[in-house]
């Protein structure tokens, strides 16, 4: 294991468009369109897990750790389903950007810019949100190892990334950055994209048992994310500690 989990390539890609984290048509329009998918998965997930009964704040007194939270897209959301939600980012000016739209809006949330390795908190927490980040880090075990360590016990899990299969170079990188013009070209590196089995092995190495994986697919008639079968581009998982 490498003696930090940021990429600092990684982290400087992003501090370039820090700026845009919360314009719709912007250069995180791709995460925009993927955001209810991911949230609506999260919900549901954390109600059925938790035994919540549904109403408007069905999140009420979960707590939840965003990791490489960005500019607060996840965040934000899920605290106004009622969540006590931290964030951490590497990125400062990430950070800065989440911070300034958080006081635009009614919101608690607690925003930190830092790894998870030199990230220190009173409290263990419900849910841990690893979404579109680890592919994005510099040493994937040590990122989930100390990534788990927030976790309460039977606590939950999320990883969200790609799949390194030829089709998730075609289209998440030649398609999405160079053909459809997506994301800026570079977002991607398909050497870090990872395969599910590899990353249910370092999450078993963790005690995070996997619960449940679902693929996540584009619909272009829809202009929209929905889940799906097929796992072989994007996917997501929930984990459960043990």
């Known amino acids: 294991m490498s003696n930090s989990t940021i990429n600092q390539q990684e982290v400087e890609k992003f501090n370039k468009i820090a700026e845009e984290w919360w314009n719709p048509n912007g250069k995180f329009k791709p995460l925009h369109k993927f955001n209810p998918i991911r949230i609506e998965y999260i919900k549901k997930n954390i109600i059925k897990d938790f035994n919540i009964l549904a109403n408007d704040k069905p999140l009420s007194g979960i707590s939840i750790l965003d990791i490489g939270c960005g500019g607060g897209l996840l965040s934000e959301p899920l605290a106004r389903l009622g969540a006590n939600v931290v964030g951490i980012d590497a990125s400062k000016k990430n950070i800065n950007v989440a911070k300034h739209h958080l006081s635009k809006s009614n919101l608690k949330i607690e925003y930190y810019d830092v790894s998870p390795e030199n990230f220190s908190y009173k409290k263990k927490f419900d849910v841990i949100l ?23 016990i039977d606590g939950i899990m999320f990883i969200a990334t790609l799949n390194q299969t030829l089709k998730s170079y075609f289209f998440a990188i030649l398609g999405a950055e160079y053909i459809l013009r997506w994301l800026p ?18 999450c078993n190495n963790n005690s995070l048992v996997l619960k449940k994986i679902d693929g996540v697919k584009f619909n272009p008639l829809l202009n929209k994310w929905k889940l799906s079968s097929d796992k072989s581009i994007n996917y997501i998982t929930k984990y459960k500690k043990s």
């Open 185 to 202: 070209i570079g977002t991607h590196d398909w050497n870090k994209f990872v395969k599910p089995e590899k990353l249910e092995k370092i």
């Open 130 to 152: 690893n979404m579109e980040i680890v592919e994005h880090v510099e040493d994937i075990p040590k990122f989930i190892n100390q990534s788990a360590k927030f976790l309460k």
